[in-house]
């Protein structure tokens, strides 16, 4: 909580950073409106030389302006319904090179100009063990957007390049675990990653079919090897499709998947689409889409399934690893 002092009489009033968030929401949707105390552009008039907007500038008043609604707003709400980003914070904004965690980084810019509360931000990237050309597009793309990116190398790609059983699980631990090594290293306690709406709603569905359990993606994590680092997801509730529409607006041109293990895959099983782990979740964007065209509810049903457990209509769960089962409450409930 933090406390501000108003002009008239000294009195303190107290908002809590949620608060703040919602407040500045509201200020962007009335500027977006034109309807704001303070508009903060105007349309061209006759005389005016030419607008020379940077590539950064343009694609930042496309978040302000012609996406301020499916992308900013939806941010901003994760952030609040989730409490994601507190006063004080320094967080790692992590980027692969690709579509996601690259607006990730242009949202919390934009977050941060909005002055509401202080936190700090370090745009933090690691190569695994890039191609050299891949490298060069995430400078190129950090350079073209204004994101002073802090790149680290780490060698994951060689060290699971012979794995045969589950190489895309064992890459993402070692790199989330030397992004968080590494944040710390810079005095953060949160890395921010940029997992969106249908990550979540895939992998509701990927246990499901193919691990037999119901699990999510949650929107923070407690790092268990990293005491007092937390993981936050802030582009939770954005939907793929907004980020998609965002890049093609701005002709923007990012890594699709920069492993050297799925390309190796591709190469070898063009139909394929890649690592087993990879295909699985790209079957499931189908069977979802498939699902849409019956039922256009179908996405938020799904987002809203792990949200809805009744524990007393389910035959076994676990709690803090502890497994627990419906008979051992069934008992008691018939005294």
């Not at 008043?61 to 004080?88: C, D, M, P």
């Not at 968080?180 to 990927?206: F, Q």
């Not at 689409?273 to 179908?298: C, Y």
């Amino acid at each position: 909580m933090a406390s501000f002092h108003g002009a008239g009489g000294g009195s303190t009033v107290t908002h809590s950073i949620q608060e703040r968030i919602l407040h500045s929401m509201r200020e962007d949707e009335m500027r977006t409106a034109g309807t704001g105390p303070a508009v903060l552009e105007r349309e061209a008039r006759p005389g005016d030389g030419p607008a020379a907007l940077s590539g950064a500038e343009k694609v930042e008043k496309s978040i302000q302006k012609t996406f301020h609604k499916a992308l900013f707003s939806r941010f901003t709400r994760a952030i609040n319904t989730y409490e994601l980003v507190e006063e004080g914070d320094k967080i790692a904004v992590c980027i692969s090179g690709g579509k996601d965690s690259m607006l990730l980084a242009k949202l919390f810019q934009e977050l941060e100009r909005h002055h509401k509360f202080p936190f700090e931000l370090v745009f933090l990237t690691m190569d695994p063990g890039y191609s050299p050309a891949n490298r060069q597009a995430i400078g190129d793309n950090a350079r073209l957007l204004d994101i002073p990116i802090t790149i680290f190398e780490a060698d994951i790609f060689d060290a699971v390049f012979t794995v045969e059983k589950s190489p895309c699980y064992l890459c993402a631990r070692m790199r989330r675990g030397y992004l968080y090594s590494k944040a710390r290293e810079l005095g953060c306690n949160k890395i921010a990653l940029g997992h969106h709406y249908d990550d979540v709603i895939e992998t509701i569905l990927m246990g499901m079919l193919y691990g037999g359990q119901v699990q999510t993606m949650m929107p923070k994590l407690h790092s268990t090897n990293f005491p007092g680092m937390e993981l936050i997801r802030p582009m939770y509730l954005i939907r793929e499709e907004d980020i998609k529409r965002w890049r093609d607006h701005n002709q923007l041109h990012f890594l699709q998947c920069a492993c050297r293990f799925t390309e190796n895959a591709q190469k070898e099983q063009p139909d394929r689409g890649g690592t087993g782990e990879t295909s699985k979740r790209q079957e499931i964007k189908h069977l979802i889409a498939e699902m849409k065209k019956v039922n256009p509810f179908v996405e938020s049903n799904i987002f809203k399934s792990v949200e809805n457990v009744n524990l007393d209509t389910v035959i076994a769960y676990k709690e803090k690893g502890e497994r627990h089962h419906f008979l051992e409450r069934y008992g008691a409930g018939s005294r």
